[in-house]
């Protein structure tokens, strides 16, 4: 992959991410904590080289954060269902 789009994928995530952390509807909020935990996975599984270290350890505690905001608001449940579907809705 070519630095611009490593870049954009790298964005990718983050706006999801932000996306997530400032749900005010309740509604949505599982679903978009499922959607930037799908992105930030994928972002890890893209990195390869030992070069990447930092961002791995940005994408874990992005991660973490996500899983502590669904136990705050009583979504986790929601959030590994809603997360399932979103990565077999992606396959192939």
Known sequence: MNRAASSQRNGEWKDLYIAALFEHDKTKLAQ????????IAERKQELTSGNDTEEKL????????????ARCFSVGQVVAHSGSERRSALQP
Do not use: G
């Not at 940005?58 to 905001?69: G, K, P, T, W």
């Open 58 to 69: 940005v994408l874990d505690n992005a991660a973490f954060s996500l899983h502590a905001l």
């Open 32 to 39: 978009r904590i499922a959607v930037a935990l799908f992105a």
